[in-house]
């Protein structure tokens, strides 16, 4: 699976949207990115997947470069129960699990 | 729907003892995972199973075994436990495919 590559922090006021950046420079064509998110270390938790098109669910929207070398992950009006770590990965689409290594995220802090 | 349910959620041990971690899906899901997670750090894969009967290795595999007892359940197993091993230990499922990883809340493991 590519490698991706995060900040390692972010703030956030809140309200306001969230924008948070991944790199993936090195995803292949099969490669979907995944967004999760763990709050105050329980188990992490799925937002949102996609291949090439910008996808949006009832948490977030995710935007992925024409190149697909990097992709964002939205959240619109941030609240303070979003304050998490976020791990963008990349995982291969095939009949048996991939190995997906979660890097140490961006740190997202919603401030009042 | 449970979903994921691991057990013990807390675990001390000393050095040298052994231990199954236990793990169960009530989703159907083919594929299931072994992560841990060191203070501060991202989750990294210890072993995963693709399917019932199969067990592949993931990043971090040396001091660990894996069985896929069934379709539901898959365990981790320290055969003599090391210090180096104190982590907070996650356990995920998911289908086939582009299917995201649901996870379990963890069991906090230390070893003396």
Redesign the interface.
Known sequence: DAKTTQPTSMDCAEGRAANLPCNHSTISGNE?V?W?RQIH??????II?GLKNNETNEMASLIITEDRKSSTLILPHATLRDTAVY?CIV?V?????G???????TTLTVKP | NAG?TQTPKFQVLKTGQSMTLQCAQDMNH????W?RQDPG?????IY????EGTT?K??VPNGYNVSRLNKREFSLRLESAAPSQTS?Y?C?S?E???Q???????TRLSIL
């Open positions: 979907y995944y999760y270390s329980q188990g992490p938790q799925y997947h791990y995982r689409y095939n009949t048996n699990a190995k997906s290594t979660f890097g140490d995220g | 994921v083919n594929s299931m995972y992560y750090m991202g989750l990294r894969l995963y199973s693709a399917s592949d993931g990043e907070v996650f995920a998911s086939e495919g582009v995201p990883q649901h996870f379990g809340d963890g």
